[in-house]
C-alpha cells in the first residue's frame, strides 16, 4: 500500500489549469522531495492532498483510503504556507490551542514534546508576532507534529532557516520515518538540502508529473565527469570538444568532460596536444544540476 496514490488529478481554477492530469505515487516511509519551477503546482497538489481546496477531477487516495476519508485525515499532519497562529498569542498558548483543536489527550505534554523535537523549547513563552522567520517555520513545522501524523505535508519548511534550523529538520524528518512509521511529502526548492534526506523525488512542471524516482534511481542517473583545469583554457575546450561530445565550462573556467571519460584519458590526450592539467578530479552531478538539466531538456 502507498502513502499516498493520485491518478489523473486535474484542478482549474477559473480559466488557468494548475494541474492537467498529475500523477503521483508516495510509498510508506518515504521522504517524498516535490520539486518544480514556480507556479508549477506543487502547492495546488498538496492543498489538495490535504482537502484544503478540491480537485476538478482525478482521484488522491491515502493509505489506501479516498482523501477525505475521516481517518486519514486524523493521521496527517500539515504546513502549506503559515501556520494559522494568533499573533498576540505565545507560542505554547497557540500549540496548546492548535493541540486542543485537534483533541489531543494530553496537550502539553504533546506540545512540549514537538517544541523539543525542533528545539524550540525555548522560544515557548514569546509570543508569535515577535518570532522571527526562521522560528515561525519551525513553530509550523512542530504543529504540524502535533499528534504524531503519520503523514506530514511541508510546503517550503526549509525557507528561512539557519544552517543549523535545516539540520535539526533533516533529523526530525528522519526520525519521524525510521522510528515513527511516518511519511513525509516536502516541496522545496532547496535541492541540495533536499537530497540529504530525500528517499524519493517527485519533479512537476505545468501541473503535470514528469518524473518520479527513488534517491537511488537518481544517484545511477547521475553522470559523473571529469574536472580539470589547464592554462589554456579555451583550446584545451575545444581539444575536448573534438573528442567528447559534452563539455562545459563553469564560471571559475574549470573544464567539465561527460561521457564516461576517465581522467588517465583526458589528461594523457590534453598532453599529446601540449596542454598540462593543472588540477583534476572526478565528480557527480547532484539532484540540483539533474533537475536543470532535465528542465532544458523540456524547452
Ligand atoms: N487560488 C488560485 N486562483 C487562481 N490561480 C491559482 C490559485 N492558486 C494557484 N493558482 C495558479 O496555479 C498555478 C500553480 O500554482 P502553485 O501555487 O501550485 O505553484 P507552486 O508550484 O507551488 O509554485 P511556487 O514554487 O512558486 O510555490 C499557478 O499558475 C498559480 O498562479
Ligand atoms: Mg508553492
Given at each position: 500500500?502507498?502513502?499516498?496514490e493520485i491518478?489523473?488529478?486535474?484542478k482549474?481554477?477559473?480559466?488557468?489549469q494548475?494541474?492537467?492530469?498529475?500523477?503521483?505515487?508516495?510509498?510508506?516511509?518515504a521522504?517524498?522531495?516535490?520539486?518544480?519551477?514556480?507556479?508549477?503546482?506543487?502547492?495546488?497538489?498538496e492543498?489538495?492532498?490535504?482537502?484544503?481546496?478540491?480537485?476538478?477531477?482525478?482521484?488522491?487516495r491515502?493509505?489506501?483510503?479516498?482523501?477525505?476519508?475521516?481517518?486519514?485525515?486524523?493521521?496527517?499532519?500539515?504546513?502549506?504556507?503559515?501556520?494559522?497562529?494568533?499573533?498576540?498569542?505565545?507560542?505554547?498558548?497557540?500549540?496548546?490551542?492548535?493541540?486542543?483543536?485537534?483533541?489531543?489527550?494530553?496537550?502539553?505534554?504533546?506540545?512540549?514534546?514537538?517544541?523539543k523535537l525542533?528545539r524550540?523549547?525555548?522560544?515557548?513563552?514569546?509570543?508569535?508576532?515577535?518570532?522571527?522567520l526562521?522560528?515561525?517555520?519551525?513553530?509550523?513545522?512542530?504543529?504540524?507534529?502535533?499528534?504524531?501524523?503519520?503523514l506530514?505535508?511541508l510546503?517550503?519548511?526549509?525557507n528561512?532557516?539557519?544552517?543549523?534550523?535545516?539540520?535539526?529538520?533533516?533529523?526530525?524528518?528522519?526520525?519521524i520515518?525510521?522510528?515513527?512509521?511516518?511519511?513525509?511529502?516536502?516541496?522545496?526548492?532547496?535541492?541540495g538540502?533536499?537530497?540529504?534526506?530525500?528517499?524519493?523525488?517527485?519533479?512537476?512542471?505545468?501541473?503535470?508529473?514528469?518524473r518520479?524516482?527513488?534517491?537511488?534511481?537518481?544517484?545511477?542517473?547521475?553522470?559523473?565527469?571529469?574536472?580539470l583545469?589547464?592554462?589554456?583554457?579555451s583550446?584545451?575546450?575545444?581539444?575536448?570538444?573534438?573528442?567528447y561530445?559534452?563539455?562545459?565550462?563553469?564560471?571559475?573556467?574549470?573544464?567539465?568532460?561527460?561521457?564516461?571519460?576517465?581522467?588517465?584519458?583526458?589528461?594523457?590526450?590534453?598532453?599529446?596536444?601540449?596542454?598540462?592539467?593543472?588540477q583534476?578530479?572526478?565528480?557527480?552531478?547532484?539532484?540540483?544540476?539533474?533537475?536543470?538539466?532535465?528542465?532544458?531538456?523540456?524547452?
Amino acid at each position: 500500500m502507498n502513502a499516498i496514490e493520485i491518478r489523473g488529478l486535474t484542478k482549474n481554477f477559473k480559466e488557468k489549469q494548475a494541474l492537467c492530469g498529475l500523477e503521483m505515487t508516495v510509498p510508506m516511509g518515504a521522504i517524498y522531495g516535490f520539486i518544480g519551477e514556480n507556479g508549477s503546482g506543487k502547492s495546488t497538489t498538496e492543498k489538495l492532498i490535504c482537502g484544503l481546496i478540491h480537485p476538478s477531477s482525478g482521484s488522491i487516495r491515502l493509505f489506501g483510503k479516498p482523501h477525505t476519508d475521516s481517518d486519514v485525515r486524523a493521521k496527517m499532519g500539515v504546513l502549506i504556507e503559515a501556520p494559522g497562529c494568533f499573533p498576540n498569542y505565545t507560542v505554547w498558548n497557540n500549540m496548546l490551542l492548535q493541540a486542543a483543536n485537534l483533541g489531543i489527550k494530553n496537550p502539553e505534554e504533546e506540545v512540549r514534546k514537538v517544541l523539543k523535537l525542533v528545539r524550540m523549547e525555548g522560544a515557548a513563552g514569546t509570543k508569535y508576532k515577535n518570532c522571527s522567520l526562521g522560528m515561525k517555520q519551525r513553530i509550523g513545522i512542530a504543529m504540524a507534529l502535533l499528534g504524531d501524523p503519520k503523514l506530514l505535508v511541508l510546503d517550503e519548511p526549509i525557507n528561512g532557516l539557519d544552517v543549523d534550523g535545516m539540520r535539526i529538520i533533516r533529523e526530525v524528518l528522519v526520525d519521524i520515518t525510521q522510528n515513527r512509521g511516518c511519511t513525509v511529502l516536502v516541496s522545496s526548492h532547496v535541492l541540495g538540502e533536499l537530497e540529504k534526506v530525500a528517499t524519493h523525488y517527485g519533479i512537476i512542471r505545468g501541473g503535470k508529473m514528469i518524473r518520479e524516482m527513488t534517491a537511488a534511481e537518481l544517484e545511477a542517473d547521475c553522470r559523473t565527469y571529469v574536472a580539470l583545469q589547464a592554462r589554456e583554457t579555451s583550446r584545451a575546450k575545444a581539444l575536448l570538444s573534438c573528442k567528447y561530445s559534452r563539455v562545459e565550462e563553469d564560471e571559475s573556467g574549470c573544464l567539465r568532460v561527460y561521457d564516461q571519460a576517465t581522467p588517465e584519458e583526458v589528461v594523457t590526450y590534453l598532453y599529446d596536444n601540449g596542454i598540462l592539467v593543472s588540477q583534476l578530479q572526478t565528480a557527480k552531478i547532484g539532484l540540483e544540476e539533474y533537475y536543470i538539466d532535465l528542465m532544458k531538456e523540456g524547452r
